[in-house]
């Protein structure tokens, strides 16, 4: 896993992504970029534009806003007062135009990861940012299937050697 920079470089570049003016998307570039892994912007030719668009892992990723994305269940995401009607048709459609978008893209082969406003907190943003290395990982793998599970032949039983009993501690 590329991880090209000294423990202080690192602390550096966590310091200016955490900086209040960071918008999310760029959180999430700065920190894939400074782990050594490379990407594209705003492709338009793949569908909904993602912020994030990963060719060798074959994932885009989005970077959602819980407002306008519509985030259920979130702190972020509630309805203003006026104009609710106004509010929730445009959220709605927001919401479907995304639902498209990851479909087409699935049904084509790439994994779609939705990463929300919400999750990139301070107190959020480095586990976040590591489930989203799994999810590129694990499709790295499966696309170049270096995934495979290994099964136990038929005809002979595999010996199951007894070990020898020992005391805890031993
Ligand atoms: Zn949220």
Same mark, same amino acid.
Not at 80 to 97: D, G, H, L, M, T
Not at 136 to 144: V, W
């Given at each position: 896993?590329? %991880?090209?920079?000294?423990?202080?470089? *690192? +602390?550096?570049?966590?310091?200016?992504? +955490?900086?209040?003016?960071?918008?999310?998307?760029? =959180?999430?570039?700065?920190?894939?970029?400074?782990?050594?892994?490379?990407?594209?912007?705003?492709?338009?030719?793949?569908?909904? &534009?993602?912020?994030?668009v990963?060719? *060798?892992?074959?994932?885009?990723?989005?970077?959602?806003?819980?407002?306008?994305? @519509? +985030? %259920?269940?979130? %702190? &972020?995401?509630?309805?203003? =007062?006026?104009?609710?009607?106004?509010?929730?048709? &445009?959220?709605?459609?927001?919401?479907? *135009?995304? $639902?498209?978008?990851?479909?087409i893209?699935?049904?084509?082969?790439? $994994?779609?990861?939705?990463?929300?406003?919400?999750?990139?907190?301070?107190?959020?943003?480095? +586990?976040?940012?590591?489930?989203?290395?799994?999810?590129?990982?694990?499709?790295?793998l499966?696309?170049?299937?270096?995934?495979?599970?290994?099964?136990?032949? %038929?005809?002979?039983?595999?010996?199951i050697?007894?070990?020898?009993?020992? =005391?805890? @501690?031993?």
């Amino acid at each position: 896993m590329p %991880d090209p920079l000294t423990p202080e470089q *690192r +602390h550096y570049c966590m310091s200016r992504i +955490h900086s209040r003016n960071t918008k999310p998307e760029l =959180k999430v570039r700065q920190w894939l970029w400074m782990r050594g892994y490379r990407y594209r912007l705003n492709v338009r030719s793949v569908p909904g &534009k993602p912020d994030v668009v990963m060719r *060798r892992y074959r994932t885009a990723i989005f970077v959602n806003g819980c407002f306008w994305h @519509g +985030h %259920d269940g979130c %702190d &972020k995401f509630s309805m203003p =007062k006026s104009n609710v009607e106004f509010w929730q048709a &445009k959220i709605n459609r927001n919401r479907e *135009r995304d $639902q498209q978008n990851y479909q087409i893209l699935q049904q084509n082969g790439w $994994q779609v990861i939705v990463v929300w406003e919400c999750q990139l907190t301070p107190a959020r943003f480095e +586990h976040t940012m590591w489930e989203v290395e799994i999810l590129l990982n694990r499709n790295f793998l499966a696309i170049n299937n270096k995934l495979r599970t290994y099964a136990l032949p %038929d005809e002979e039983p595999m010996p199951i050697a007894a070990e020898p009993e020992t =005391k805890y @501690g031993e």
